[in-house]
């Protein structure tokens, strides 16, 4: 059965030169959650978005979060529960509980403390606006993550260069085991 990755977006989504978006242009079996008011990241009403885009999502599903998506993703699994839910790559979540978080952000608290129920990647950098590396440890260790810390990042969006990025793809592939499967259009370039 082939597994279908979804790609989680957060606040303001991710725009055409994002690595989420390229991931999304080159592979057939990675599609994009897609919220109601990018501009407003309601807890619940992204979570429940989330969950009505993996309860209508055949076969076996890996979650990629970016931001604010990768929060969502960790709020929907301390109240959901799906077995095709396989696995999960956390990329740079934002520390919403911070006192210096944008106020746009802020109404997506609390983070959660709960361990997650199936395997997750938190991926950081050393140097995100959005996220302490301390924080970051402390996420990975309450939600049982594994952690990789990627030097002088930024909040790996496209403002700090993550355009097309291989090496993410590969640490999605890697850690879940599953692959990502190149559409036609890109096979015949």
Known sequence: METSFLIVPGYTNSGPEHWQSYIERKYSNVSRVVQDDWNTPDKETWVACLDAFIKQTPGNIVLVGHSCGAVAVAQWASLYSEQRVKAAVLVAPADVDSATALEEIRQQRPLPAQRIAFPTLLICSDNDEHLS?????????????????????????????????IAGEEMIENFTGEKLIESRATLCN
């Open 133 to 165: 590396l301390d924080k970051a440890h402390t996420l990975a260790a309450a939600w049982g993550s594994e952690i990789t810390v990627i030097s002088k990042a930024g909040h790996m969006n496209t403002a700090a260069g993550y355009g097309e990025w």
